[in-house]
């Protein structure tokens, strides 16, 4: 009983079909779908931007106002109002590293971003190195949101001040396993 031969087309420089072809060329061109995500992603991180600019841009006006015109006081609000908008700062770069990313991974290089050092948060080569680098950020973002929660908190017990203490030294240590992550690299 014999084998039948393989087609040919798998070899460089062998015709195919038309039919072949046009598929392979749609396939291709498919790739062009993630601009519906690459689009919005980077639409996204811009309002988000402009959000917490203007946060910050309110907390330099409540700031203006209580020093000089005797405005409401600022003390317990400040450092959360600005813990947040640097939140939101973070996830705008989220939003942009993903969408320059996943543009650069499946659309098309992007010639700027090719001259900058390996680890620059845009350059990415593979999923794996963006899902890193995003996970990086989010960790932050974390951290940060954890922070501001940290500001506004009334220990109850001495149990509570464990707690607190526990948490922080596992940031540390999540911290501390990122940089010993990124070394490797």
Not at 57 to 66: A, C, E, F, I, S
Not at 146 to 166: E, G, K, M, N, T
């Amino acid at each position: 009983m014999s084998e039948a031969p393989l087609p040919e087309k798998s070899q460089p420089g062998t015709p195919r079909s038309r039919l072949e072809r046009r598929f392979e060329q749609f396939l291709w061109q498919s790739r062009l779908l993630v601009l519906l995500a690459v689009i919005p992603a980077l639409l996204g991180a811009l309002m988000l931007f402009v959000i917490a600019s203007l946060d910050i841009l309110g907390v330099v006006v409540d700031t203006w106002r209580h020093y000089l015109a005797g405005g409401p006081d600022i003390h317990k609000s400040v450092v959360t109002d600005i813990i947040v908008a640097v939140d939101i700062y973070l996830i705008a770069l989220v939003l942009m590293i993903f969408g320059l990313g996943v543009y650069k991974l499946f659309v098309s290089r992007i010639e700027p971003a090719e001259g900058r050092d390996p680890a620059h948060p845009f350059n990415v080569q593979s999923l794996d190195q963006l899902k890193d680098k995003i996970a990086r950020v989010v960790i932050l973002a974390v951290i940060i949101e954890f922070f501001r929660a940290v500001v506004d908190i009334q220990f109850d017990s001495p149990l509570d001040a464990i707690y607190l203490a526990l948490s922080v030294l596992a940031l540390a240590l999540a911290l501390y396993l990122m940089a010993l992550a990124h070394k490797a690299e």
